[in-house]
């Protein structure tokens, strides 16, 4: 069984560095000038940096969802019902796990790294603070307490994020009524924009209903300038995951002074 899970896991790194030269391929023969060497460098050290993290951390992870377990107020039978549920629940708090990334000053300085790059293409979609996972498994506490199987929110959660690894492109245009549905490379392209009117819009993970609902839907109607307002961050790795903090930090001290 080992074998086999280090074989599905070696198919699906060939697969996604297959798409990652598909699309360098595609930006050279277009002049779209999505990929820079330093930028990528730095993209790939940082989701090694990563994949560290979370061998790290999993124990924590798991302890808290196994803590809040034993307090659930139900206890549901495994089917695809159930799993359909759990999807759509998880999704939901993705989308205010995202927006609380974005406007609450704390939270943004684990999530800066990811928009930091001003280039856009898939390799950014690996772009993520080493630390993000002390925060986010607290946003699905809610559907641990409801009593949704805890291995099917931790599924749901991991095909949310695959599923957002497919965003980050600008090899893929509108898709039609899907935007008004889906996440789309569109919707996604927006969120990841420092223009005005793209600021905080666009938080769905595999769904844009919520913004829809909630209002902070955006359609690509410009183009996008990737990266943030404040500028360039660098190519540092290093630098890059702890940007956020290093200002959260200072900006606390100048509230202060």
Sequence with gaps: MEFEFGQYKLYALIFIFGLI???????????KKAYNVND??????????F??????????????YNFFYQFRLFTFEKSALIFFITFIS??????????????VKFFWAFH????????????VSYRLNWLGVLISPLFYIPLVLIGLPLDFIVICYSL?????????????????????????PSNHRVHHGSNGIYIDKNF?????????????????????????DTGF?????????????????????????
């Design 21 to 31: 030269t598909a699309e360098i391929i595609w930006s050279w023969r277009n002049d």
């Design 40 to 49: 990528t460098l730095a993209n790939l050290s940082i989701f090694a940096g």
């Design 51 to 64: 994949q560290l993290s979370k061998y790290l951390f999993a124990g924590y992870q798991l302890w808290i």
């Design 90 to 103: 998880v999704d939901f708090c993705y989308y205010w796990f995202h927006r609380c990334s974005h406007v």
């Design 112 to 123: 800066l790294v990811h928009h930091s790059s001003q280039q856009y293409n898939l390799t």
């Design 160 to 184: 949310n994020l695959l599923y957002q690894f497919f965003l980050h492109t600008e090899a893929i245009g509108k898709l039609g009524f899907l935007e008004n549905i889906i996440d789309t």
């Design 204 to 228: 769905g993970g595999t769904l844009i209903i919520w913004d829809k609902i909630f209002g902070t839907y955006e359609p690509e109607n410009e183009k996008v300038k990737f990266g943030v």
């Design 233 to 257: 961050a660098g190519y540092n790795p290093f630098v890059l995951v702890f940007k956020g903090f290093v200002d959260f930090a200072r900006n606390k001290m100048n509230s202060k002074g």
